[in-house]
């Protein structure tokens, strides 16, 4: 007759005890299209080492069969089910602003929203990542020239990205979006913002490439699910520097075909760890520790 197992080390009873009495955060991320996200482990494995029981789940309206119109929904069910939090991602984060209860200085100036915290009964919009990105030219081109810039996108990212750009110094953004109404909001509101002139749109692609210094992509072109680049191949030139926020893959076929042309880059993945970071400060209260953070991400 077989034995029984071995019981379990009491030592080891004691651990799955404790791990219950850590503090536990739940919170999510919401958009299309984002199962290939590292944002949930990134974002568990800084929990646990802050001693939190944290739990990270994905809203994928893509995967679900639903569209925006089921934010208000989602957000009702993940203020019921005790979620800390949201993050926002593409396609949402100007269509979520109309269903929050308010929105930070940043998030309200930029009208995009990456970050909702769900505390008393509120839902309040932050926005990290125009933070994130600049934190990660900072770090990783911190010595290129950044007169002129071509920004490809003028939805939610690209509104962030374009505050960081004009906070870092750009003189002139060159906004290029599909939607030229929108190109022409973002520039207007720039404008507004950072005063006359450092902003503009309605430039043909060719034109302003040759006059850039650097280019930034904002738009989803690059990801898995949204092949391709959003300027052809042969505008790029070993002077210009080139910047993609897209992070799965972190090596999209722009900056691919950019180095190729010997051109300085700069992937979506400081971005990436850098907007967590402000998230997860704001979903648990906690200060991250952002270099280890950026192992991580390193070792995914």
């Known amino acids: 007759m077989a034995s029984d197992p ?3 080390p009491l030592s080891r009873i004691g651990e799955a005890s404790d791990s219950w009495r850590r503090p536990s955060v739940l919170v999510g991320l919401m958009g299309s299209g984002i199962q290939a996200s590292r944002t949930p482990a990134l974002h568990e494995r800084e929990g646990a080492e802050q001693g939190l029981r944290y739990v990270y789940k994905l809203i994928d309206l893509e ?3 639903l ?3 089921a934010l208000p929904e989602i957000l009702t069910a993940a203020q019921r089910f005790g979620f800390a939090g949201l993050n926002i991602t593409h396609p949402c984060k100007q269509s979520v602003i109309p269903f929050l209860d308010d929105l930070s200085t940043d998030a309200a100036a930029l009208g995009a929203v990456n970050t909702v ?3 008393d009964g509120r839902r309040v919009g932050h926005n990290t990542d125009w933070w994130g990105f600049a934190e990660s030219m900072r770090r990783e081109l911190p010595d290129v020239r950044r007169n002129r810039v071509v920004q490809f996108g003028a939805g939610g990212a690209g ?6 750009l004009l906070t870092l110094g750009t003189s002139e953004l060159v906004v290029i979006d599909t939607d030229q109404a929108r190109a022409e909001t973002l520039a207007a509101a720039l404008c507004e913002r950072f005063g006359k002139g450092r902003a503009s749109t309605g430039i043909p692609v060719a034109d302003s490439m040759a006059a850039a210094d650097g280019m930034v992509n904002t738009t989803p072109l690059g990801m898995a699910k949204y092949p391709g680049m959003a300027v052809p191949a042969n505008f790029l030139r070993s002077d210009l520097w080139v910047a993609d926020i897209v992070y799965f893959p972190l090596e999209t076929e722009l900056l691919r075909q950019a180095r190729v042309q010997g051109c300085r880059t700069m992937s979506g993945g400081g971005m990436a760890v850098f907007q967590a970071v402000g998230a997860f400060q704001l979903f648990t209260g906690l200060e991250p520790d952002a270099e280890r953070m950026l192992r991580h991400f390193s070792e995914m």
């Open 159 to 164: 509104a962030a990205v374009a505050h960081a």
């Open 117 to 119: 915290v769900l505390k």
């Open 6 to 8: 071995s019981p379990e």
């Open 67 to 69: 569209d925006a119109g």
């Open 63 to 65: 995967a679900l069969g």
